[in-house]
């Protein structure tokens, strides 16, 4: 069984169909895969581009015949380093977390080096600044690292599995994709949507 397939019949009813027929308000109260949002964008004529709750929004408004948010402004291809690249190498703007900055962090760093939320958001945020900044905002960083966060409202499966494995401590991987596919079959408790 795949993410896109539905699971359950509830006493609220089942998810529907996800086409042009369904209101704003119906559209809100289920669970939608990304894939799924897409499509229903492209049958609708909807820009698909930008995250997944702008993409919701629109097709809501749509849905409901309201005028569309504006969709984001899609990113400019910009130059991106190439090897070789060095501590003194500086940031551009625009620089994406590229498999060219991960090979030098690792040498950097070492083999536990990932892009986590703390170095995506030097090296978008820091254009102009070093690649041993960026080392040094690593080093730094690891305590906040360390930490336990709230995973992001748009990573849904994420956030779920993650409560779900605290809930069920000897639980099986198959048990938690079990019990998602149960979960979002059913309509997005009130208020959250």
């Given at each position: 069984?795949?993410?896109?397939?539905?699971?359950?019949?509830?006493?609220?009813?089942?998810?529907?169909?996800?086409t042009?027929?369904?209101t704003?308000?119906?559209l809100?109260?289920?669970?939608?895969?990304?894939?799924?949002?897409?499509?229903?964008?492209?049958?609708?004529?909807?820009?698909?581009?930008?995250?997944?709750?702008?993409?919701?929004?629109?097709?809501?408004?749509?849905?409901?015949?309201?005028?569309?948010?504006?969709?984001?402004?899609?990113?400019?291809?910009?130059?991106?380093?190439?090897?070789?690249?060095?501590?003194?190498?500086?940031?551009?703007?625009?620089?994406?977390?590229?498999?060219?900055?991960?090979?030098?962090?690792?040498?950097?760093?070492?083999?536990?080096?990932?892009?986590?939320?703390?170095m995506r958001?030097?090296?978008?945020?820091?254009?102009?600044?070093?690649?041993?900044?960026?080392?040094a905002?690593?080093?730094?960083?690891?305590?906040?690292?360390?930490?336990?966060?709230?995973?992001?409202?748009?990573?849904?499966f994420?956030?779920?599995?993650?409560?779900?494995?605290?809930?069920?401590?000897?639980?099986?991987r198959?048990?938690?994709?079990?019990?998602?596919?149960?979960?979002?079959?059913?309509?997005?408790?009130?208020?959250?949507?």
């Amino acid at each position: 069984m795949n993410e896109n397939q539905n699971t359950s019949t509830t006493a609220a009813g089942s998810r529907p169909p996800l086409t042009a027929a369904l209101t704003g308000a119906e559209l809100l109260r289920w669970y939608w895969t990304l894939d799924e949002l897409t499509g229903l964008a492209r049958t609708m004529g909807v820009a698909r581009h930008g995250g997944k709750a702008a993409l919701t929004a629109r097709l809501a408004a749509a849905l409901d015949g309201l005028p569309l948010p504006p969709a984001p402004a899609r990113r400019r291809a910009t130059a991106q380093l190439a090897e070789p690249v060095d501590h003194d190498t500086v940031i551009p703007p625009g620089q994406r977390c590229s498999q060219v900055l991960r090979r030098y962090f690792v040498e950097a760093i070492g083999p536990g080096f990932h892009f986590d939320s703390f170095m995506r958001a030097f090296i978008a945020g820091h254009p102009g600044r070093t690649l041993a900044d960026a080392v040094a905002h690593w080093h730094a960083t690891r305590p906040d690292a360390a930490r336990p966060r709230e995973i992001a409202e748009q990573f849904e499966f994420n956030r779920f599995t993650s409560a779900w494995h605290r809930q069920n401590p000897g639980g099986t991987r198959a048990g938690a994709r079990e019990a998602w596919y149960a979960h979002r079959a059913l309509p997005k408790p009130t208020g959250e949507a």
